[in-house]
C-alpha cells in the first residue's frame, strides 16, 4: 500500500492539463521505462510502455488509462494585473472563490482566485455558480511584470496536494485518471514476462478530458487484438444514485454497456471471481465516458472492456479515493495478463 501512495502521490504532482502533457509524459516515461521493455511519448503526447511476452506472436492488449487533467488557461492579462482564465475540460466552478492557484509561466507563479466576500453578495449571487467568464486570478503582479512572465495559453492548476486520509483514502487534484495510471503501472512494472500470455501495451494518454484523441491515435497506432480502457467513475454518496455509482471501498468496477465487449467483459468477471478478487459492476448501457468509445472503433475494432476506480468529488481539487480500490483494479489486470485466449 505505501508504494503505491508513494507512486500516486508522484504522479498526482505531475503537470498535465490537458493539451499540457507531453513534458511530464517525458518524465514519466524516463522515470519508470526501466521496468520495461521499452518506453516512448509519441507525437501527440500519449505515453506508452511495452513489456513482451515470452511466447511467440502472442496477441496485443493495450490498456488505456488517460494522463491529462482537468484545468485552467490564460486567456488575457487585464490591465490592472489580473489574469482571465479560460476552462479546460469540465471543471467545477463552484469551487473556484478565493481558490489558490498555481500559474505555469516562464516560472510558476503563485496567485488566488478573486472573490467577493459575502456581506456584499446578494441573495442570487451568492446561489449562482460562478461562470468562467467572471473569474479572475490576482497574482499581486502589475500588468508590466505579468507580461514578461506569462502567455496567453499558459496552463493554471488550482492547488490541491496530494494528502492522506483516514482506512487508507487519499485526496488530490488530478487522482481522474492518475488513480488508474497508477493501478496500471504497479500491475506491470515487476510482472514475470515468462508468465505473460499478451504483449502488454500501457498506453498513458492524452487528451482525455479535451475529446479523446490521443487513445484514438495510439490505439490505431499499436493495432491490439484487446483492449482494457481504465478510468475513475463516479463514487457513491450522498446525491449520487445507487445505478449510477459504485462504492468506495468495494473493489475496481467493472462496466456493463453496449459498447464493450460481452464475452472479454464476462471473462474479466469470471477472473476475478477465480482469483478471489473483490470487484462491482456498474450498468452504462450506451455510454461509458471514457476513451472506450474510440478504441473500440480504431483500425478495423477491438475487443474492449472499461474497469474503473471510484471516485468521490470528481474534478475537484480533493479528488478522492480508497488505496484499496486503486491495488483491486492492479490485482484484475495482473490476473488478466497471464490468462490466455481471452
Known sequence: MEKTKEILKDLCSAVSV?????????????????????????????????????????????????????????????????????????????????AEVTVYGKKEIYGVIASTPPHLQSEKSSKATPKMDNIIIDTGYTKEELSALVRVGDPVRLKGDFKELANGYVLSRALDDKACVCAALISLMNSDKSKLAYDIYLTVSAQEETGRCGASFVATDIKPDLAVIIDVNFARCENVTEFESIECGGGAGIDISALTNRRFTKAIMKIAEQNGIEYQTICEPDSTGTNNELVMISGTGVRTAVMSIPLMAMHTTSEAVCIKDVESLADILRAIYVTKGL
Do not use: Q, W
Open 18 to 98: 490537458s493539451g499540457h502533457e507531453h513534458a511530464s509524459a517525458n518524465a514519466l516515461a524516463e522515470k519508470y521505462g526501466g521496468y520495461f521493455d521499452n518506453a516512448y511519448v509519441d507525437k501527440f503526447g500519449n505515453c506508452v510502455f511495452v513489456k513482451k511476452s515470452e511466447l511467440e506472436n502472442a496477441p496485443r492488449l493495450l490498456v488505456d488509462a488517460h494522463f491529462d487533467e482537468v484545468g485552467m488557461l490564460v486567456s488575457s492579462i487585464e490591465e490592472d494585473g489580473f489574469l482571465h482564465i479560460s476552462g479546460v475540460g469540465g471543471l467545477d466552478t463552484r469551487i473556484f472563490p478565493a
